[in-house]
């Protein structure tokens, strides 16, 4: 599937790059071709000037007064011979060459820019002449800008692809991981019940007493398994619990498992009651799989501290251990499905913890630091 997503991706960003350098190359070359057509256009102007001012044939006066009128796109300004402004301009905002002195001088300024200036000379001896500099139409400006745009919507088309991609995805992984923990629960619940029925039966044998009562822990054992998997797989009800209870609770379990070389502490308020809502079994697995992964750490020796603060609007638990540490490369991966540094285990462990805080809770949870040899603090943060 992250294959099959990376292909689109990249299938996307390349129709992308094609659709772009041909839109660019396009509107360049109409561009210029508009642009060419403009200077014609504006030497037809200037000549029809001309016509006026000399001719007294008045077909001919007609037909450069038509030629003069037609031009309502193209803005354009006069000068003399020494480029000093004579205010004549046609297509350009008379409000604006009111209300700024500067602005046809500033137009004159982009025009000159632009392009070469069409010059009308009226005398040669002296030398009279008026010089014609124009701008590009609204079109033209329009065609240039094309490409812009057209930029922003492929960006914009490739942004919503690739989060309708990605939504996909999680969608899809989201139901895998809620049809597992279904099946997996289900598939446990017959198991669990026969061996319910064979555990009443041996109850009631005699000299069964020590026997039944182990089994019966281990039941129950199997039986908070399928509860948590039945709550991943559906929407978990939210409570109102005291976390400092469920976090002591859950490391007094482990402890009693962990050996007496490791050693825990758990800072928190004293006589204090941190309430949040919360899956109290979904929560208990998450700080379980921590402190689990934390003695894997350690090898059987070292310390694990569990600091609750109770902060404005969150509830902060942190757990650090005094392990081996997680290398800088393997940070970004160890709430990865599959991600593994021991021999056995199938490397789900912080992944369904991870899912269980941020999607469940609504909360986070990641790495807040570690080093090499040292150790390692994973940090939950609940909304209270």
Do not use: C
């Amino acid at each position: 599937m992250i294959k099959q997503w990376l292909h689109w991706r990249s299938l996307f960003g390349l129709i992308a790059i094609v659709i772009v350098a041909g839109t660019v190359w396009y509107s360049d070359s109409l561009a210029k071709k508009i642009a060419e057509q403009e200077r014609l256009h504006v030497s037809d102007w200037v000549e029809a000037q001309k016509t006026i001012l000399n001719s007294s044939d008045s077909s001919s006066l007609n037909l450069a007064t038509k030629i003069s009128s037609e031009n309502k796109v193209i803005p354009i300004i006069e000068t003399d011979e020494k480029d000093q402004l004579s205010n004549n301009y046609i297509n350009l905002d008379t409000l604006d060459v009111k209300k700024d002195p500067n602005y046809l001088a500033d137009k004159l300024q982009r025009f000159k820019a632009y392009a070469d200036p069409i010059v009308l000379v009226i005398s040669k001896q002296p030398y009279i002449a008026n010089k014609y500099y124009y701008g590009p139409s609204k079109l033209l400006q329009q065609v240039k800008y094309y490409p812009l745009v057209q930029l922003v919507i492929v960006f914009l088309f490739i942004v919503i692809m690739m989060l309708a991609q990605r939504a996909n995805y999680q969608s899809r992984q989201n139901q895998v991981w809620a049809g597992l923990a279904k099946e997996t629960a289900h598939q446990l619940g017959t198991p669990v019940s026969s061996l319910q029925g064979w555990l009443e039966m041996i109850k009631d044998m005699e000299g069964n007493e020590k026997i039944a009562v182990e089994m019966e822990k281990d039941i129950n054992r199997l039986l908070l398994i399928t509860d948590r998997f039945g709550k991943i797989g559906s929407k978990p009800v939210l409570e109102e619990r005291n976390v400092v209870l469920l976090v002591e609770n859950m490391v007094d379990y482990i402890k009693k498992r962990a050996g007496g070389k490791v050693q825990f502490r758990i800072d928190a308020p004293a006589n204090t009651e941190i309430i949040s809502m919360i899956s109290p079994p979904l929560f208990d697995w998450v700080i379980e799989n921590l402190l689990k992964n934390a003695l894997d750490a350690m090898e059987g020796k070292g310390q694990i501290v569990v600091t609750i603060k109770d902060s404005i609007g969150q509830v902060v638990i942190d757990v650090a251990d005094t392990g081996k540490g997680i290398a800088k490369a393997h940070v970004n991966k160890v709430f990865n499905p599959g991600f593994s540094t021991k021999k056995r285990g199938w490397g789900l462990g912080l992944t369904l913890s991870k899912r269980i805080v941020e999607q469940y809770h609504k909360g986070q949870l990641y790495v807040l630091n570690s080093e090499i040899g040292k150790g390692t603090t994973f940090r939950i943060v609940l909304l209270k």
